[in-house]
């Protein structure tokens, strides 16, 4: 990232274009605000939504509201619920998400996460 500077701005998220990506089941609807070397977005998962692959990408990710399951291809998983967060740097685990009833995240990922493993 040579020039990561981005300058004051307020996002107004009901102004931002809303794309709609199908999982396995269910919709995933996405916000992006792309910048050089970031992108912030604004994720709303549907009632029974299910990825429809793995994803390697790292993340930070913030659960507004709703309830998403991280399931990790070692059979791990984890719950997040209103308030809580989980961070992975790209290519550490492959992971992707499961609702039930709906979630709403905002996520943050770019450059900075890459792994240095």
Request: aromatic share 10%.
């Amino acid at each position: 990232m040579e020039n990561s500077n981005i300058p004051f701005q307020t996002i107004d998220w009901k102004n931002v274009p809303r794309t709609e990506h199908k999982g396995e089941t269910g919709i995933a609807y996405w916000q992006t605000m792309q910048f050089d070397g970031l992108r912030v977005r604004y994720v709303e998962y549907s009632k029974n939504y299910k990825a429809d692959h793995w994803c390697e990408k790292g993340h930070i990710v913030y659960c507004l509201e709703g309830e998403v399951v991280n399931e990790l291809q070692d059979g791990s998983r984890s719950t997040l619920r209103k308030g809580m967060s989980y961070i992975v740097s790209d290519d550490l685990s492959s992971h992707r998400s499961v609702t039930e009833n709906g979630v709403h995240l905002l996520i943050i990922d770019g450059d900075f996460l890459r792994s240095n493993a």
